[in-house]
């Protein structure tokens, strides 16, 4: 599984401008909504009882925030570079500036954790993220997530 299977420019906002964790998945949500033609507020609510169980912010700046929604044909992936860190209640107590999302379909299965662990992967390379930060737009963002992610998997 590729990251370009999951994801596509449109999916990436490239400077979110957000002062908090529920804001910064209220503004996924709006993306994710037109990206899956789902319910923007349906998508909020999934990615948010996903937070109470614990947090996604997995350190590093990075949070994987994920769920799964009743009739969508596909993984759906939404990336946010944030303008400025907030508080994500990450596991480093580290703020966070890279959100990938992860929609899945409710029967999804092994194919929602091996996107997860995928997505993961990727953003473990800390020169990829000092690339994505330090990047200029969406599609130089998109670039960078898409090339890095088929450059590293073919190795």
Do not use: W, Y
Request: aromatic share 4%; hydrophobic share 45%.
């Amino acid at each position: 599984m590729e990251i370009s299977d999951l994801l596509s420019s449109e999916a990436v906002v490239s400077n979110l401008k957000v002062t908090g964790k529920k804001q910064a998945l209220q503004e996924v949500a709006i993306v994710a909504a037109r990206i899956t033609g789902r319910d923007e507020r349906e998508i909020f609510d999934i990615l948010l009882e996903r937070e109470r169980l614990g947090t996604t912010g997995v350190g590093h700046g990075i949070a994987i925030p994920h769920g799964k929604l009743k009739g969508l044909d596909r993984l759906h992936g939404i990336f946010a570079r944030l303008e400025r860190p907030i508080d994500f209640d990450a596991i480093d107590d580290e703020p966070v500036d890279l959100v990938f999302v992860l929609l899945a379909p409710e029967t999804a299965g092994a194919d929602h954790l091996k996107a997860l662990a995928r997505i993961s992967r990727l953003l473990r390379d800390r020169a990829l993220c000092e690339k994505i930060r330090g990047s200029d737009g969406r599609d130089a963002v998109f670039a960078i997530l898409t090339e890095q992610a088929a450059t590293s998997h073919a190795a």
